[in-house]
């Protein structure tokens, strides 16, 4: 009768993660190592590491059938993260390990040939499933213990070499444990005073920070579009832990989350590059498709300048996480979600020659209108407000008469916490989240305040969704 084991790892589709259950059986055959479970390639090669990493971690690796069995069998798996759980599970298997320590015990780490732990990716993404399936002890690579520490509610443990995890697995030595979580302190945020001039710009960028309102910025070069968008970010609230955690495992799965594990809790602002691919944007690639920027946003800022510059395409591909806050990727495998949440920030020069006055223009009409054409008509229907901003005419310092960002900072998050309590009962957290239906019903305008939407929608010169826009804006400057 063959020895059995078990040990738990987690594999992830998208943000989402699943517990594993790793069996394994030894004996009842030929020598060979087979495993079953729908695993990847590079689950497949584990098989090799493995080996290599118990013989050279002084343990005699068991000659005989070895029968490896990863549960749901339907799940399809994928990465080099099982491996510390396969090795564990084979030696408790032979008798090496006691099996009851490895009882619900989550391992997670690839193994190098010498037994070395290597970082995986997906870390607290894995940890925050093995939490919710009721798992409660878990041991990750060393360098990833700081981002383990971000969940609450494990029993974490860090260990360099799978020597030392067997050691402690037999009771012989401790592993290393989280220390104190602290939260990341960030740079301070540009100041908005450096603005120079543009006061209708800077009104429509606090209108837009404390409504959640997507904004276009159109103007000649030089006038401080990229400025002002870079410090929208200052005047947004502090991401709630829930938000900063859901950012911290995107960011994970990413690969981009900072090795020291703080907790971030600035609103994120990412700004690709217009030569930006679809995939890059709303993410993808080969084998299981990795989040993009508009995940990389998540409960921040997605800002694109030169927006005329992207692709056609790949500008109407905002059109769906913008609705829904969310992005699937459909793959072979299956498909995945990640969050998408973000507030979008277009900036634009009026037309091909750009020039610093618009008297000086030798863009004809039709040049100007096929420029700007680039973006949709449906896309600018989900962009709240436009602001044209205006060439700058004097030089000199900060402008001493302008705002700082900690003055309209108080305004913008007063106005945030108004409209989280007015829509509490809904689960909406701004303004802009509130659905055209809700607005158009339940929480209608007074009927002189929408009689003007109604005359220039017969006009034909705002759509419903255009004018869904408007209501909404309406209910953040009022």
């Known amino acids: 009768m063959a020895a059995l084991a078990r040990a738990w790892s987690v594999a992830l589709r998208g943000v989402e993660g699943v517990p ?86 989550v391992l997670l780490g690839e193994l190098a040939l010498d037994g070395r732990i290597r970082q995986v990716r997906g870390v607290l993404p894995c940890l925050l499933a093995a939490r919710a399936a009721g798992l409660r002890r878990v041991v990750v690579p060393g360098v990833a213990l700081a981002e383990a520490g971000l969940v609450d509610g494990l029993d974490v443990f860090g260990a360099g070499t799978l020597a030392d995890v067997l050691t402690w697995l037999a009771g012989d030595g401790p592993l290393d444990r989280p220390g104190p979580v602290a939260g990341e302190p960030g740079a301070a945020a540009p100041e908005l005073a450096e603005v120079v001039g543009q006061p209708d710009a800077r009104h429509a960028l606090e209108v837009a920070a404390a409504g959640g309102h997507h904004l276009l910025l159109v103007g000649p070069p030089g006038t401080g579009k990229t400025m002002l968008a870079q410090r929208i970010v200052g005047l947004l609230p502090e991401l709630s832990r829930d938000d900063a955690l859901q950012l911290a495992a995107v960011r994970s799965v990413a690969g981009n989350l900072p090795p020291a594990g703080p907790l971030s809790t600035v609103a994120p602002f990412v700004a690709p590059h217009h030569s930006s691919s679809m995939a890059a944007l709303l993410g993808g690639g080969s084998g299981v498709a990795r989040p993009g920027a508009v995940s990389m946003a998540h409960r921040g800022v997605l800002f694109l300048d030169e927006c005329v510059e992207f692709g056609a395409h790949v500008l109407d591909s905002l059109r769906t996480p913008l609705e829904e806050g969310e992005v699937r990727l459909a793959r072979a495998e299956g498909t995945v979600s990640y969050p998408a949440r973000f507030q979008l920030v277009l900036a634009a020069n009026p037309c091909p020659c750009a020039p610093a006055n618009d008297r000086d223009c030798v863009c004809s009409s039709a040049m100007r209108r096929r420029y700007l054409g680039k973006l949709s008509g449906p896309l600018l ?36 916490e108004a409209a989280a309590e007015r829509w509490a009962e809904q689960g909406w957290r701004t303004n802009a989240e509130v659905p055209g239906p809700a607005l158009r019903t339940a929480f209608a305008l007074p009927r002189a305040v929408i009689r003007p939407l109604e005359e220039r929608m017969r006009a034909g010169e705002l759509s419903a969704r255009g004018a869904d826009r408007a209501l909404r804006v309406t209910w953040t400057v009022t």
């Open 381 to 416: 229907d989900r962009v709240d407000l436009r602001a044209r901003m205006l060439p700058v005419t004097a030089l000199g310092g900060t402008d001493e008469t302008a705002e700082s960002t900690e003055v309209v900072r108080k305004r913008v998050l007063a106005a945030r």
């Open 20 to 105: 594993v259950e790793i069996e394994a059986a030894i004996g009842g055959g030929m020598p060979g190592v087979h495993l079953v479970g729908l695993p990847d390639a590079a689950l497949q090669e584990s098989k090799d590491r493995v080996r290599s990493a118990v013989v050279n971690s002084g343990r005699q690796w068991p000659n005989e059938r070895i029968l490896l069995a990863l549960s749901p069998a339907t799940l399809r798996k994928a990465g080099s993260g099982f491996d510390l759980a396969l090795a564990c599970a084979v030696l408790a298997a032979a008798g090496v390990v006691d099996r009851g320590r490895l009882a619900g015990t």
